[in-house]
């Protein structure tokens, strides 16, 4: 059976509560209706009723101590539940959640739901097409490698699904792929699915199972077809970090499971659990887990323990170690020799740039100058490579005390005779020429 997840959940994030700018203040009566209302959503939804149970009688007996009792502000009434609500088990799906200008107040818990088919309201189709459905960029790097980075998994209208369409048509034909989800906090899992059905082979494949405790049914998941181009074959990099919760670790934990893709980065924040949304009234709402998700495979799961990279590094750093690795796999599979310096070069000037090597001013100042009608300008303590004197510069990143990358493919050399600088020679893809330099 597919899974439609998105019939039974909102989203799998985990929400930051908005701030606010009016003074609008909540006081005793109020806060405490509010906080026996979701420890009563909790109570009734949470994926284990025992947990739930314990998670609303902590609400309740620091309800009775006085804990919301200070008039506050509705922003740090929600921060203070979370608190209290994570305290129990650390799950980061419980959370209380306070929407600025919503003051509905249901006669009792409803859930939030939305059914294939339901429009979506309009300020939220508005605010999701300038955040282009949360695709975020779409690029060609170095070397012929795609990178696409994904700001949230979501799936509010079908056209979040066709803006997914158009960055993967954009990349059909680059050699490597690069899914940038560390600061991804969560999504769907029918998106997260679709994404992967990118990268898997026509026939369907099996990537995850959840469970959802309102159906008391267990759901398997698959893979989709997808009317864009498949890649199953290019080599696949997920980029991960603490930010990188909830629908992203779904689709992050598919890749690794499946041994699909290679995990670099930090590990992930360790929210696991499929979430609803309960308004409560007074524009708060409770965040219940009440399904998981695991490997049908092995039976592991991430909550709370997280998802390890297969190559660790700093999550500011991972697309660095991402590129780097893209290139040195693809040179150390092509054929062609003329690229396979290319890859090789583009690799070096990569890592050149993310780690700057010192060449003493000195020795810059004696490369620049006029070679035939190309000219080195030492500028702002670097090197800038102009074709002809009227042409805009590029800079020249050092990959050692004499040789320069310009741009993707393209080296320079300084050579010496003598003790001083006499020519430079550029290296570029079926091509190399020497100019002299001019006295």
Known sequence: ??????????????????????????????????????????????????TGRMVAEHLRARMRAGAYDTVMEPGRLADRLSADMKATNGDLHLQAVYFAGQSQTPSGPQMVRRRPGDPVPPDQLTQARRANHNVRAAD???????????????????????????????????????????????GTPRMSDYVASYFFGPDSVRTLSSYDRAMDQTFERWT?????????????????????????????????????????????????????????????????????????????????????????????????????????????????????????????????????????????RQYAGTYDLRVIRFENGKLWYHRTAGRAKEALTPVDDHAFALGEEVRVEFVRSGGRVTGMRVTAPGQASTFLKNP
Do not use: C
């Not at 908005?18 to 939804?45: F, G, K, M, Y």
């Not at 899914?179 to 906090?185: G, I, V, Y």
């Open 224 to 364: 989709r077809p997808v009317p864009g181009k498949q890649r199953p074959d290019i080599p696949v990099y997920v980029l991960v970090g603490p930010g990188t919760a909830s629908g992203a670790e779904d689709l992050a934990f598919t890749f690794k499971q499946s041994g699909r893709g290679i995990l670099v980065g930090q590990k992930t924040a360790g929210a696991g659990r499929l979430t609803r949304i309960f308004p409560v009234g007074g524009g708060f709402a409770a965040s219940v887990p009440g399904g998981r998700t695991w490997d049908p495979r092995t039976g592991k799961e991430w909550e709370r323990v997280g998802i390890e990279p297969d190559l660790a590094s700093a999550a500011d750093d991972a697309l660095t170690v991402a590129h780097a690795a893209a290139l040195a796999r693809l040179a150390a599979t092509t054929t062609d020799t003329s690229w396979r310096r290319s890859l090789i070069w583009a690799r070096e000037a990569e890592l050149a740039r993310a780690n700057p090597i010192s060449v003493p001013a000195a020795t810059l």
């Open 140 to 186: 060609r790097l170095a070397g012929n490698v795609g990178y696409i980075s994904i700001g949230e998994l979501s799936a509010r209208s079908e056209e979040a699904y066709r803006v997914v369409d158009a960055a993967m048509a954009f990349l059909e034909r680059t050699d490597a792929m690069i899914l940038d989800l560390r600061r991804t906090p969560g």
């Open 1 to 50: 059976m597919i899974w439609r997840a998105h019939q039974v959940l909102v989203a799998a994030t985990v929400f930051a509560v908005p701030s606010l700018a009016s003074a609008q203040v909540v006081d005793r009566a109020v806060a405490r209706q509010i906080v026996e209302r979701i420890a009563t959503s909790v109570e009734q939804n949470y994926l284990f009723a025992d």
